[in-house]
Nanobody, 112 residues
Framework: QVQLVESGGGLVQPGGSLRLSCAAS????????MGWYRQAPGKQRELVAT???????NYADSAKGRFTISRDNAKNTVYLQMNSLKPEDTAVYYC??????WGQGIQVTVSS
């Protein structure tokens, strides 16, 4: 059993920044793939960014240049630094850890 605890969401003004964290605990031997997804109201869940254990990253076009994903393998934690936030970034953000674990979701609201 694996538990994921997300933190760092909240309300921020356009142009602001937030840093999301997701800590994994439980029956973990090694984690290859970690990532962040998001789901806005009325829309499907979509990929934001992913990172492998070797540090290879992948970003959605909407996140490129503004968001940075990173991880601390020793702490089994993945981070998402979000800068230059826009109202369209408003969504529930979900942490994902391979092979099949999802966080409970954390709200990010970008509004003036």
């Amino acid at each position: 059993q694996v538990q994921l605890v997300e933190s760092g969401g909240g309300l921020v003004q356009p142009g602001g920044s937030l840093r999301l964290s997701c800590a994994a605990s439980g029956s973990i031997f090694s984690i290859y793939f970690m990532g962040w997804y998001r789901q806005a109201p009325g829309k499907q869940r979509e990929l934001v960014a992913t990172i492998t254990s070797g540090g290879n990253t992948n970003y959605a076009d909407s996140a490129k240049g503004r968001f940075t994903i990173s991880r601390d393998n020793a702490k089994n934690t993945v981070y998402l630094q979000m800068n230059s936030l826009k109202p369209e970034d408003t969504a529930v953000y979900y942490c994902y850890v391979s092979p099949k674990y999802w966080g409970q979701g954390i709200q990010v609201t970008v509004s003036s």
